[in-house]
């Protein structure tokens, strides 16, 4: 079981954003425990203070690193001490604007380990020592800035939940999920066959199988060239989609 801890000062919006679909799914069936861990229990002073106002002066306030440090040394020796024991390390994490950029090829990574620490920011963010003396990882999950590590974190919890073992029913539709062998995925059709004048393609009425892997792996093609070039350029392409790609080409000129 994947135990994730996370520490943060607004619990009830983790809550709220794992309760439901296959997060909250996964919870009752124990693929999952996830342990909110209010960082305002490991302050030191009677105020349960926080934050403090940044060294050097400047605008608003820095989160200090003492009750944090508490709440993950709190983590790491209730996760021992539980009865499923992690194997390895814990991976503490730090959601920060400034970290690695969040991929499909990390969810995939952490989605391997056995204990997650998640610590979520506020106001001006986290002092440096954290990222510096406690994080094993600093992640982003895009360039922009949002006000707390909350959403990160729900953004993080619901792509590793997704690819543990029985957390879904079909499995095999996570080969199919854009990034999963670098590129986007293909398009998906359902009924009805036309809609307002707009026709499904017909390859994939068809029943021929092989003619719709063959269409679906020339649209991923198409997409990630199109729309997203920097995937493109490091993608890894099999001879066949040297091919498809010839004839995409082709077909580009025609037109
Ligand atoms: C207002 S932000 C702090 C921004 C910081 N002053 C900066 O410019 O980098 C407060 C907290 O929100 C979270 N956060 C904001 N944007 C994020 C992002 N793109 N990825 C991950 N966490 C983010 C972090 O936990 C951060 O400590």
């Avoid at 909350?150 to 792509?159: A, K, N, R, V």
């Avoid at 997704?162 to 029913?169: E, K, N, T, V, W």
């Avoid at 020339?218 to 392409?237: G, I, K, S």
């Amino acid at each position: 079981m994947l135990i994730i801890d996370v520490i943060t000062l607004f619990p009830e919006v983790i809550e709220a954003g794992t309760r439901y679909s296959i997060v909250g799914r996964a919870m009752e069936r124990g693929l999952v425990a996830i342990r909110l861990v209010q960082l305002r229990d490991f302050a030191t002073d009677k105020h349960r203070t926080v934050d403090d106002e940044p060294y050097g002066g400047g605008a608003g306030l820095v989160m200090k690193p003492e009750p944090i440090f508490r709440a993950v040394e709190y983590c790491l020796q209730t996760a021992s001490a539980a009865e499923a024991t992690p194997e390895r390390a814990a991976r503490i994490i730090l959601l920060e604007p400034q970290g690695k950029l969040y991929t499909q090829a990390l969810a995939r990574e952490l989605a391997q380990e056995s204990h997650l620490i998640l610590i979520c920011g506020h106001y001006e963010g986290v002092d440096a020592r954290v990222r510096e003396h406690l994080a094993t990882d600093t992640i982003s999950i895009g360039d922009f800035v949002l006000t707390g590590g909350e959403l990160p974190t729900l953004i993080i919890i619901d792509s590793v939940v997704r690819l543990l073992p029985g957390a879904i029913h079909s499995p095999e539709s996570l080969q199919q999920d854009s990034f999963s062998d670098g590129l986007l995925g293909y398009p998906q059709y359902t009924r009805p066959e036309e809609f307002r004048g707009w026709r499904v393609p017909p390859v994939l009425l068809s029943g021929n199988h092989g003619a719709i892997a063959r269409w679906r792996r020339r649209e991923q093609l198409r997409l990630t060239r199109m729309l997203r070039p920097d995937l493109f350029a490091r993608a890894y392409l099999t001879k066949q989609d040297v091919e498809l790609l010839k004839e995409l080409s082709e077909d580009e000129v025609q037109r």
